[in-house]
């Protein structure tokens, strides 16, 4: 469709109740699910109890992990099963309250207009029901030296813009993750010491948003306000696409392939084009969830039923759309076609131990095989970030690059209260990457 041809609208999805897809409605629905919550977590504790004597006596269950990672990891799992048996996920009033913190500083993003209601992002439901754009919450991240400079356009009611000419590299353009049910972009949620990390280290602005968590808004209210953020940057605050990284973890990494998707497919209706590169944190590729109850998913943070809970929000409604659907499951993807979705210029991390490994490894050798007979990463020189170590390594093949933290679990990266060593290294290089990318 041409740019200024219009179609005639689909009815519009309206939001739907989150009972519609809880896991467990006897128990989230329940008067006493406080009681329960109360009791959950004593049984909990009691547990890890157990385990610390179980590891105590036979040892950690990986031989990288001691028996506080271990306990860690598994206190964590515990508690991400609780959030799926009460349907636990930030209140939708969050999408409009102005929150800014010490270091974000908040923006409402406008609504796309309905020229971009284009291939996947107007995948209607079994009613005939297509999401319209909403405005989207955003907080700006800034590196350390323009922190002050963030501050003072709060404290005077003006808007930020990242500005490119002070020697930063570009903008990255975040989505966190949380299996599309749970969590948020701001400050002191989990995912707020990935993006510190980011900034920190690569010295560009971020522009980490809250999108509609699956809870009460199904696919494509996702993917909407992601095409939001992305014109909001390139058409509002005029940054290139060369001067963008597109980046997400987990959930977060797998709506940022659909965003690139739909660039490619439909971006040039209205003059959009790729970004610069896409930088893929733990990527969730299966949303049917197949390959990761098959390895690992019981020495990892995420509980099986975490990924289902979201697999199953997020198609809330759907009849023709399923978790099969490329759209949704990159890993699907035919590698010729998965090659074209994708930038030219990809970094993936991966856990070694984590329960998505079998995944995100299939997903980069499709999409390396796609690429095969290209002039990708032709190169000769040997990149900084590059390694081969006891701890794993990170290899690149076609533009598309993997890096693998042996020992480590799903998205570790947001979790520095035990693999801080093992963050800091991955973030040191993805900046070295991302000045490749960029310069």
Known sequence: MKKNEKSQRAPIAPPHPIECTQMYPSIARSPFKIVYVFFS???????????????LIYGAEHPRWNIG????????????????????????????EHWSGKRSRFVKIPAASDDYLLGSANTPNAKGEVPEFEP???YWYTPPHRTVE????????RAHSPTLE???????????????????SQEMDSNESLGRYLVTHTGMDMLAIDYRLAGNYSFPSQLQDAISAYVFLVKKLRVPPSKIIVAGDSAGANLAISLTRYIHEDGHANDLSMPAGILLFSPWADVTCSLATKTQIYHDIVPPDYGKWGSRALLYGHSALTAKDPIISPIFEKPDKLAQILPKRVFISCGGAECLRAEIEELTNLARKGRRGT??????????????????KTEEENGIVLDVIEGAPHDFATLPLVFLGESKQLIKRVSLWCQDVLS
């Open 41 to 55: 977590f004593i049984k909990l504790g009691l547990r890890t109890l157990l385990w610390a004597f179980q590891y």
């Open 69 to 96: 990672t271990q306990l860690f990891i598994r206190a964590i799992c515990g508690f991400l099963q609780i959030m799926v048996e009460i349907a636990k996920q930030p209140p939708r009033l969050f999408r409009h």
């Open 136 to 138: 989207v919450p955003g």
């Open 150 to 157: 963030l501050l003072k356009a709060a404290q005077e009611s």
């Open 166 to 184: 002070d020697g930063a590299l570009g903008v990255v353009l975040f989505f966190h993750g949380g299996a599309y049910v749970t969590f948020t």
């Open 375 to 392: 002039d990708f990463g032709k190169g000769k020189e040997k990149k900084e970030y590059l390694r081969d170590g006891e701890d794993g």
